[in-house]
């Protein structure tokens, strides 16, 4: 959200909302991570894993940013970006009454792992256990994902939960908690690559990731008593509404 916010409404230049994306994300991660895996929200092992994934695919992103700025291009990340963000919405509306997913067996892989484990919801009132299920095409999305957060200086949390959610087959809260702790690791890799472009400025990045932390705190507080369809009907028409303006404004209509 804070990039298509800093083109918009204070007409940041795209690279630089990039590079401050970046800072964000790093900021928000560092300040949830404790509070969810104080809750056993955050799955650190199966976290640990997708990483080997989403870095490379990050330092694959930032690198295709910088060649297309330096191209005059960045117009083109505004209309993808937006893009992204409407191509993330047809899931969340699809798993909108989904509370829990159904047990799926394990693979190979998460079997030797031990992706597996429980925390209590406090929705629910009630202990929820868990364990990983398709390892290969979770790797695949969590690249993909990866890139994008290289590309765009986002999270790409909503792909990471899909991978989370869809092929791993974990609960919402846990995907978004341990989403939460990978775009940490994401972003570090993206943001050395923007720093040595020169796309990250600090006058922009530092209120920005300070507001931004707050948030988050709070956001951490809550999510644990929050249902999983009350989260998602809060987003999706936030998300819609940027997507279209992002892409306007690299039409050059904004």
Do not use: C
């Not at 993808?80 to 799926?104: D, M, Q, S, W, Y």
């Amino acid at each position: 959200m804070v990039i298509p916010l800093l083109v918009i409404l204070f007409s940041v230049a795209t690279p630089i909302a990039i590079g401050a994306g970046f800072v964000t994300i790093l900021a928000t991660s560092s300040a949830t991570g404790s509070a969810y895996v104080r809750d056993r929200l955050s799955d650190l092992r199966i976290g640990m894993f997708l990483e080997i994934a989403t870095v490379p695919g990050a330092l694959i992103g930032a690198t295709v940013t910088v060649f297309l700025t330096h191209a005059n291009l960045a117009s083109l990340l505004l209309i993808a970006l937006g893009a992204v963000l409407l191509a993330t919405i047809p899931g969340a509306i699809a798993r909108r009454h989904i509370e829990l997913p159904p047990p799926k067996a394990q693979d190979a892989r998460s079997q030797r792992l031990g992706f597996r484990g429980e925390y209590y919801d406090e929705a629910l009132e009630q202990n929820v256990e868990y364990q990983g299920a398709r390892t290969n095409p979770a790797l695949g999305v969590m690249f993909g994902a990866g890139v994008v957060s290289g590309m765009f200086g986002i999270g790409a949390g909503v792909f990471k939960v899909f991978a989370l959610e869809r092929f791993l087959n974990l609960p919402m809260k846990v995907s978004t908690a341990t989403s939460n702790f990978m775009i940490g690791v994401t972003a570090a890799a993206g943001t050395g690559v923007m720093f040595s472009a020169g796309y990250v400025n600090p006058v922009i990045a530092a209120p920005v990731a300070i507001g931004t932390a707050a948030g988050a705190f709070l956001g951490s507080r809550l999510l644990p008593g929050l249902r999983n369809q009350t989260v998602r009907l809060v987003f999706m028409p936030v998300v819609a509404i940027l997507a279209i303006e992002v892409i306007l404004r690299g039409l050059g209509y904004g």
